[in-house]
């Protein structure tokens, strides 16, 4: 049976810096994209990072790009966000997720269709 499990968040003060990461079971994690969405309440989920299956390629949302680092462990099965210089703004429930591709991830984050499989969250709040 798949397990995706996130870790790491917490409370940070802006400027601050956390790591999350997503530990997985049970599927070919080499065989998928992997990314990290986020969502706040009243919002709609948003894609914020993405990296393909042999991390030959990464992507970010633009408002993350220099600050957020997606990297992955194929013989771990894990994946990570180092994320710096965080802002209040970042503030949201953060999920992991596989899909076949980048491009599928963030498609299926932003019309709520359902990934491959994804965890059930880590919180990352953010003072100003």
């Known amino acids: 049976q798949a397990q995706v499990v996130e870790s790491g968040g917490g409370l940070v003060q802006a400027g601050g810096s956390l790591r ?3 530990t997985t ?6 065989d998928y994209a992997m ?6 309440p009243g919002k709609e989920r948003e894609g914020v990072s993405c990296i393909r ?4 390629n990464t992507y970010y949302k633009e408002s993350v790009k220099g600050r957020f680092t997606i990297s992955r462990d194929n ?3 894990t994946l990570y966000l180092q994320m710096d210089r ?4 970042d503030t ?5 997720g596989a899909a076949t591709s980048c491009n599928d991830f963030f498609g299926l984050v932003k019309d ?4 491959n499989y994804r965890g059930q969250g880590t919180q990352v709040t953010v003072s100003s």
């Open 75 to 77: 013989a771990k099965n």
């Open 53 to 56: 299956y042999d991390s030959a």
């Open 92 to 96: 949201a429930m953060y999920y992991c």
């Open 35 to 40: 990314g990290w969405f986020r969502q706040s």
């Open 86 to 89: 965080l802002r209040p703004e």
């Open 25 to 30: 079971s049970g599927f070919r994690f080499d």
């Open 20 to 22: 999350l990461t997503c």
């Open 112 to 115: 709520g269709g359902y990934l």
